[in-house]
């Protein structure tokens, strides 16, 4: 088995265990073989730092304490991991995402603070991979690209289903439901190109004002 060979290190690797020292990242996931999410928690601290055209194979081998050939492994290429971080950025968030709405009951008011909530959240607490989401999907090829717009076009839906419900039952005033719900879903991504953990406000704050602002916008009770 792969997890079982111990192939030389490249050179400026890191000593240990692969993956070892690397910050964690919502982008592993807890079935996943060892140096497989060692190989993915270094691309997310190397291309957030340098981005995907200015990180090598060899880059995201040395960060993670393995060999280049070691990634051909388990991603089909450099191109094959990215493609894999994003599409699971998106299913992070989807699956937050409509976890909080289904716990948020019939309130249209509740409904959108739930969206909002748990969209900020996930973007405060995976802003490196946020970032990375954001910034590299245009380096996807075609096929991959498609299927990680889809995926941000699901949660872009649960937005504008909460915000036309509300608009149908007369709690939101907005004219404009749909642009409303992307002006919202928009604001709420981009806490993750501005936040600083340690900042002024915390992560609580800054949700709770979002929903707030999210409120706003639909023009709630008007």
Known sequence: MV???KPAASPGARRGSPGEGLPPTTLVLPGDEPTAAALIAAAVEVMAVHGYHGTS???IAAAAGTSPAILYHHFTSKQGLLATMLDRGLDVLIAATEEALDLAGEDPADRLRAVVGAHVRVHLESQRESLLGNSELRSLEPGARALVVAKRDVQQRIFDRVVRDGVRRGVFGADQPDD???FVSTACTAVAAWYRPGGRLGPD???ARYEE???D???YGR
């Open 217 to 219: 916008a639909v023009r």
């Open 57 to 59: 194979v060899r880059d």
């Open 213 to 215: 602002i999210a409120l």
């Open 3 to 5: 997890s079982a060979e």
């Open 205 to 207: 704050e800054i949700v």
């Open 180 to 182: 409303a719900a992307r």
